[in-house]
């Protein structure tokens, strides 16, 4: 039987006693709320914290609100909190689109928005969809608060800007008119990690792209977001061609690897056709 090593324990039921109990521990004291990801790597030894600090009771992290023209989401929340929320849906649809096709009940009644993010893993739904919905990551730390775009919130597979003694408390989501977006993913079963997925969000303005959105995951794009697709469209009359050159450019830009779940040519053309796709829904969204 796996067993992870021994660590210390430790709740929290603030914030600010998070970060104490951060301070106290030291840098190799993790955070954990779901769990999902965390645990079985400490049950592999992959990861050996030396304290776990418990945020399931921080309820001042767990919240759907919209303040002026932000949508902001609390790192606590959990997945199907996110899925059924009408006011997600209203404004982001991707985020429900994304919702839908991680894991299973289980897995979306525990685990949370922000773990997901801070897990880093290179083929998770939720980095591509933020990024492609240029949202802005809130981190707080013994400085204070500061906040970083999601697009550079992750510096590489399992790694964040989110340092030690640090907590990602969470996600705002700019509102602006025009537009609406979409996921698209293709996984070998149901729940399981995509071979490829693409997110689009499109605002529409006097007919053209005034602005875009396109994260790709678990095609080794950078930071998630496939920028020379996005150049493509912006500034575009929407249209079949242009989404397909779109998903060309995306294709050609990113470098998945053959792994068990599939060879690299393979997914890089699932990478241009989920692109155009996501593209393509995202627009007859726009249009209503």
């Known amino acids: ?35 999902h990801s965390l645990l079985p790597m400490m049950k592999l030894r992959l990861a050996e914290p030396e304290a776990l600090i418990d945020i399931n009771d921080v309820d001042e992290l767990s919240f759907i609100r919209v303040d002026g023209d932000v949508l902001g989401i609390g790192a606590l929340t959990r997945h199907a909190e996110l899925l059924d929320s009408a006011l997600v849906g209203e404004h982001f649809p991707v985020l429900h689109d994304a919702e839908r096709v991680i894991a299973d009940p289980v897995v979306r009644n525990r685990g949370t928005v922000g773990g997901s993010l801070c897990q880093a893993d290179p083929s998770e739904d939720l980095s591509a969809a933020f990024a492609a919905l240029r949202a802005v990551a809130v981190i707080q730390g013994p400085g204070g608060e ?48 995509p071979l490829a997925a693409a997110a689009a969000a499109l605002w529409l303005d006097g007919g053209r792209v005034a602005e875009v959105g396109i994260g790709l995951t678990a095609v080794r794009a950078e930071h998630f977001v496939a920028v020379e697709a996005e150049a493509v469209v912006r500034g575009a009359e929407p249209s079949e061609e242009v989404f397909r050159e779109a998903g060309r450019v995306a294709a050609e830009h990113c470098d998945p690897g053959s792994d068990q779940r599939g060879p690299a040519d393979y997914k890089r053309h699932l990478a241009g056709e989920l692109t155009a796709r996501a593209l393509r829904r995202a627009y007859g969204r726009c249009l209503g």
Do not use: N
């Open 1 to 35: 039987m796996q067993v992870p090593a021994s660590f210390e324990y430790a709740k929290a039921t603030s914030v600010d006693m998070a970060l104490a109990l951060l301070a106290r521990h030291g840098p190799e004291a993790r955070v954990v709320a779901g769990g």
């Open 146 to 193: 500061r906040t970083v775009p999601v697009r550079e919130f992750h510096t590489g597979p399992y790694e964040t800007v989110v340092e030690a003694g640090e907590l990602l408390t969470e996600l705002r989501v700019p509102i602006r008119p025009g537009g609406s977006s979409a996921y698209e993913k293709v996984e070998r079963r149901v729940g399981d990690w």
